[in-house]
């Protein structure tokens, strides 16, 4: 499906962002990860309701697993290791963003309910490679 005609289904089915930022689930990282330390393909966590993902891992500086594939309908949840200080996730494209924290144990989650990849990153340490990604296909 083409962007423009996404955008506008999403828009006339008022879902408030529910669908946006996604894309076309075989669409590539390109070069996305370059630079992030940890990024060694996709962890498959396909056919889970819930999905972990450290913020603040590997030296406080990163996102693990960096990227992860799900099913729809899968929730991630990103939760604050408290290292690497101040962190936040936010979608490229502006489907999710969470909030700065910088204590270990806080969470921010996001429900993926349409097929997509989604590339996201936290703000102050972008440059830093701390980006990450959620590929979401149908099982």
């Keep these: 499906m083409r ?5 506008a289904l999403a828009g006339s089915l008022s879902l408030g ?3 946006g ?18 990024y060694d393909g996709e962890v498959d966590r396909t056919g889970r309701d819930e999905v972990a993902v450290a913020v603040g891992a590997v030296d406080g500086l990163a996102f693990e697993p960096a990227a992860v594939r799900v099913s729809p309908g899968t929730r991630v949840v990103w939760e604050w290791t408290g290292d690497g200080g101040r962190h936040n996730v936010v979608d490229e494209e502006g489907a999710f963003q969470s909030e700065y924290h910088e204590d270990e144990g806080v969470t921010f989650s996001h429900r993926f309910d ?3 990849l989604f590339r996201y990153y936290c703000e102050p340490h972008r440059t830093l ?3 990450g990604g959620v590929r979401v296909v149908e099982s």
């Design 17 to 19: 962002g529910c669908l």
């Design 3 to 7: 962007r423009r005609t996404y955008l």
């Design 21 to 38: 930022g996604g894309g076309d689930p075989n669409e590539s990282y390109g070069d996305w990860f370059d630079g992030v330390s940890n």
């Design 114 to 116: 349409e097929p997509g």
């Design 129 to 131: 490679g701390m980006k």
